[in-house]
């Protein structure tokens, strides 16, 4: 990835069914690297057929695709020797920590170009190590970073519920009602789940 280091072009393979969340990567890439080419495909079946053709610089990867999961494709292209110097990032809807500690995702609401270029320029940094076999460290640091952030907005979305709840009980039907309290239950156990990774 030279091309990132001495700040000229490069190439970058976006692969989504979302023609949304393919415009929103290709602002976040363009914007500080306008000369960065980049190549959309909306399937793995797609991207394994670019692949044959080129090796990109970056591939960016959607998790839920048509025929089959980003994270899974990732770990198999970890494993191409054309592709040891290529950043492979599953940007993802789904929480990020629950996929494939191995595999470098960030969620898509984080997505910003910052965010994706300090996520760049930690895959550069770690970039002249030997050992590919582990994680590099910062995958773990984005990681924490990651669940720190989560732990902290369920917290805040179950304050807010059971604040709009106690304030709303008399006008709300019942339905309602039934509806926010199924809602709690789901924000506890989900509270829960991140509790354990932390």
Not at 88 to 97: E, M
Not at 146 to 154: D, K, M, R
């Amino acid at each position: 990835m030279a091309w990132l280091e001495r700040q000229g072009p490069g190439t970058c393979l976006v692969v989504d069914d979302n023609s949304f969340d393919r415009c929103m990567l290709r602002r976040c890439l363009g914007r500080d690297r306008p000369d960065l080419e980049l190549f959309e495909v909306d399937c793995l079946a797609g991207a394994r057929a670019f692949l044959t053709r080129r090796a990109p610089d970056m591939i960016l990867l959607d998790h839920r695709l048509p025929d089959g999961q980003g994270a899974s494709f990732a770990r198999e292209l970890k494993k191409d020797e054309r592709l040891s110097n290529t950043l492979l990032c599953v940007v993802t809807n789904a929480d990020p920590r629950l996929l494939d500690p191995d595999v470098l995702a960030m969620s898509k609401d984080d997505l910003t170009p910052q965010a994706l270029w300090t996520l760049i320029d930690g895959f550069l940094a770690e970039g002249k190590a030997a050992d590919r076999e582990h994680p590099p460290t910062w995958v773990a640091e984005v990681n924490a970073a990651a669940q720190e952030n989560l732990a902290g907005a369920v917290s805040r979305m179950l304050r807010t519920l059971r604040r709009a709840r106690s304030t709303s009980r008399r006008s709300i039907p019942s339905a309602a009602m039934s509806d926010l309290d199924s809602l709690e239950e789901m924000l506890l156990a989900f509270s829960e789940v991140v509790e354990r990774r932390t």
